[in-house]
């Protein structure tokens, strides 16, 4: 007896296999979503047009996608590092702010007659990618030390320490750094220090460049770098790294704090190219959406680009799909969460094999190969 | 009450592979039928359509003459087929007698009867001097004892067809031959057993009759009388197979390996290890010998560095290393073959490649990255030069069988070079082939003139290559016999705890301390 679907004994796990589930898996997605839009007496296609149209049709909007893809990717790139070593990291909220605020705050200091007085572009990039990172890394190192020490769950802390974050950057805002005015923010930053814009008529600016670099790092780390095979052991199984010799808690406390880092250059990118000011709510999800978009990516730093560009043009599409056609933006987190969903579940058919021919009842291949199960 | 069995031209498919192949099976009422094979001949398999976790492709099974189907296992326990799995089934906090009745339930009694039942347990323990306590919490029970739980939950459904898969894997040999003796008890009551094992000993030993598996295929019935275990060994894997060593004399040279008085703990907190001192030389296989869980393995760990040592000194090749730190000790050679393959000895997602440099990924790279053509030529190297069968280093370490991924780490560590080898339970659950294979190298390294420390649960195995003896009793050593003069029943019965009084044990451990006196 033949049957449609077949089980295989190891997943097909080409890169064609995995690329078709996906794509599949989006489209479902999609499809679900569209009854959404039915019930709200929407086209869905029109719908579909109003989100997808601005940000990879026009190129303000494009434009526009890539600025909010670039800390989408930085903190999926932390979610990589940081889950493929076994560290189940959430809280890159809290990175994002501290980073953020630490951009900031030394952006701040070079106003004319402060600490730093006018210091030039390439002095101050690379001092304020370093001072983010660290303060991102030792923030979310803490969180990596209290698991690999003293054996504390990572989930529960690093997710509570979120809030923590955001009510220090609430702390900040109102309070020490706060501009003269009535809304909770910094004054904006001096012009100076500001990312340079990289494609003429866009917002688009160099935090793209270094959300690209940090995935090209990150890929060489975990493929071409003892200490990503290090790192890798640890994550798959903690008893053989300890057995290989590897530094289990050393190397627990290493990728929060590269994670931790990442996440605060996202938070750098989105202050110094974007808002420009440092203010509260600046974070608004993207902690959470850039795990989301690392799971997509199937924990693959490169895939990781494209998926941060669909996910960053997709809420630049909603905020237009919500001014043209008056549809709520929120839709668009629904479709981005029910993607994930689908994916890691769509996995599942990568354990089968498809034998159309069983519709129309033909033989199998080999007699007497049928399935068992 | 009696029942006879046939299971007559049994296939079962998985995916790719035929694991029963056309499988027939007789046994009679009253019969210890032994089935053997080797690992994947597809003796579990069977065994598993037998007592209901599978269902067959085709073929058909018969009790006293009339088809059956078995669907599940409780149509299987209703049946009269009872089955001791090779990892218990047991609910550790719960008694012993909580788990004989487990999942039982009288009709119209909506509340558990414990008096009644423990009645009828007492009756049956007492009938088959099973010796149980009915009170006694099941993880406070040597494994021995827990086996025998196994089987009075078996008796208490008034199984009259028991299915013992590789029951003897963690038995002393004492508590070997009581299970013996129980299955002897049972067969006088007309009951049969089916032992699925692959060890001719014991098959020779309490078998009536015999069914060799390979490749799926059933390849022989014998009557025991009626063969010799080298006919069952040529049966088995095909071809004769000479499992007795020709080691070479012994050329003891200087102490590799030195420990002495070392005390470990578990992790919480209880002594494991109270104070062993040994001594293993350049040439020399020193065997430890001992029942799974009386401490070789946090010895072992100690060794590696993988636990703390509480107190007592480690020498290796004349230097203190004692306290030194992790990256020096790792880097003064020594090489570890752990117990569990999967879950310690390998990354089983990982590549087999990636697996064949673990430990000395920092060797294989250079400067920060690492060196990948190199990676995979020294894997390759060590696939054919240990001849690691069934996969492409590119697939996983977990696809390979258990002999071929034993065959790796092996291959890994021996390639790395060390002079001390620490081995633990290397064969466990390999097939006669993949022992073979792991024997010759083990034997090809002391006649390098490595220092190897062999911890085994497998007598035949120490006996076969170790040169030296210590067998351990909850974390101490009960003596240190020499190979060529032991015998079975000697380490037996101090694997059980008890010493045996022999006028050159003493002598002996007093030179050793001697020995050890100086070099430290």
Redesign the interface.
Known sequence: MAKLF?????PADSLLDVAATTTLAFLLALLITSFLFISDGNNPLQAYFALFHEPFATLRGFGNALVRASPLALIGLGTIVSWRSGLAYLGFEGCFVIGAAAASWLALLTSPGQALGPLPFFVFLPLVILFSFAAGGAWAGAVGVIRARLGGNEVLISLMSNYVGIFFLQYLVSGPLRAPGSLPETVQLPQRTWLPFILPGTRAHAGVLLALLAAAIVWVLLK????G??L??TG??P??A????I?VVGKLTLAAFFAGGLGALAGMVEVLGSQHRLMDGISGGVGFVGIIVALLARLNPIAVIPTALLYGGMSVGADAMQRRANIPSSITFILQSLAVLLVLTTDVLRYYRFRPSALWGDKPLTAG?G??R | MKRSLEMRDVVKRFPGVVANDHANLTVEAGEIHALLGENGAGKSTLMQILYGFHRMDSGEILIDGSPVTLTSSKEAIALGIGMVHQEFMLVPPFTVLENAILGLREPGHPLLDLGKASQRFKALSDRHQLALDPNAEVQSLPIGVQQRVEIVKALYRDASLLILDEPTAVLTSQEKDQLFSVLRGLQAEGRSSILVTHKLNEIMEIADRVTVMRDGKVIATRAIRATSKQELTRLTVGRDVNLRTNKPPLERGKPLLQISDVRVCDDSGNEKVRGITLEVHAGEILGIAGVDGNGQSHLAEAIMRLRAIKSGRLVLAGVDLTSASLTRYRSAGLAYIPADRRNVGSVTKMSVADNAILGSQRKYARGIFRDIRRERASAAALVKRFDVRGSDIDLPAGKLSGGNLQKLILGREIMRGSNVLVVEQPTRGLDIGAIEAVWHELLRERQEGKAILLISADLEELLNLADRIAVVFEGRIMGIVNATEASVEEIGSMMAGIPVERDWVAPRLSIEEKANGEAF
């Open positions: 077949e089980r295989r004994v190891t071409k770098m003892p200490l095979y290090e890798i052991v798959f199984n008893s053989a300890r057995y290989a010799g530094d190969e399935t068992n």
